[in-house]
Antibody, heavy 121, light 110 residues
Framework: EVQLVESGGGLVQPGGSLRLSCAAS????????MNWVRQAPGKGLEWLSY????????YYSDSVKGRFTIARDSARSSLYLQMNSLRAEDTAVYFC??????????????WGQGTMVTVSS | QSVLTQPPSASGTPGQRVTMSCSGS????????VNWYQQFPGTAPKLLIY???QRPSGVPDRFSGSKSGTSASLAISGLQSEDEADYYCAAWDDTLNGVVFGGGTKLTVL
């Protein structure tokens, strides 16, 4: 079964750090570009970051640029998000999502179940 | 404030056809492709439509998408109670160099 499973969420104080992981299974992880997307409580989806298959191309949203770092380890079939200088507004469910491509276009076709991050003192 | 604009709510009765819009700009929808995601409360989003009008395997043909200029639409025909969910549009934004989502439309089946 094709699956993404996030972990690493929890309660952290403002200014603190957290590292999220996303374990992939059921597909060849190294062949797929990956993303992080979050959703604050009661709010919509917000794309955060993208990483290419070899890790050489990375994009961030302005809201996390300079504070969050995306990385991947194909040997472990895992995606990571290092989150530093966390703020209350970073409180959200964090999803990893696989990029799917075909001749028509691309989209996020597989999503993890999400991991909750709460930033509060 | 989301880069893509969606009406916050939509509604319809079973069997009816409903549409929901997604408005953007030349930096995103106008020059790119639109994807639609369906999300039920407490669950991860699910890809519903990609590349404006393509349905992934397993998505019923009751769901269809279209794009014109800087706007896109999702249509659901033969509305069913299980279609009650939140629907998000998304596209790549050339100015922001990232994916942008709409604020989502909450669909209620009356």
């Amino acid at each position: 079964e094709v699956q993404l499973v996030e972990s690493g969420g929890g309660l952290v104080q403002p200014g603190g750090s957290l590292r999220l992981s996303c374990a992939a299974s059921g597909f060849t992880f190294s062949r797929y570009e990956m993303n992080w997307v979050r959703q604050a409580p009661g709010k919509g989806l917000e794309w955060l970051s993208y990483i290419s298959t070899n890790g050489n191309t990375i994009y961030y949203s302005d809201s996390v640029k300079g504070r969050f770092t995306i990385a991947r380890d194909s040997a472990r079939s895992s995606l990571y998000l290092q989150m530093n200088s966390l703020r209350a507004e970073d409180t959200a469910v964090y999803f990893c999502a696989r990029n799917f491509y075909d001749s028509s276009g691309d989209a996020f076709d597989i999503w993890g179940q999400g991991t909750m991050v709460t930033v509060s003192s | 404030q989301s880069v893509l604009t969606q009406p916050p709510s939509a509604s319809g009765t079973p069997g009816q056809r409903v549409t929901m819009s997604c408005s953007g700009s030349n930096a995103n929808i106008g020059t790119g492709l639109v994807n639609w995601y369906q999300q039920f409360p407490g669950t991860a989003p699910k890809l519903l439509i990609y590349a404006n009008n393509q349905r992934p395997s397993g998505v019923p043909d009751r769901f269809s998408g279209s794009k014109s200029g800087t706007s896109a639409s999702l249509a659901i025909s033969g509305l069913q109670s299980e279609d009650e969910a939140d629907y998000y549009c998304a596209a790549w934004d050339d100015t922001l160099n990232g994916v942008v989502f709409g604020g989502g439309t909450k669909l209620t089946v009356l």
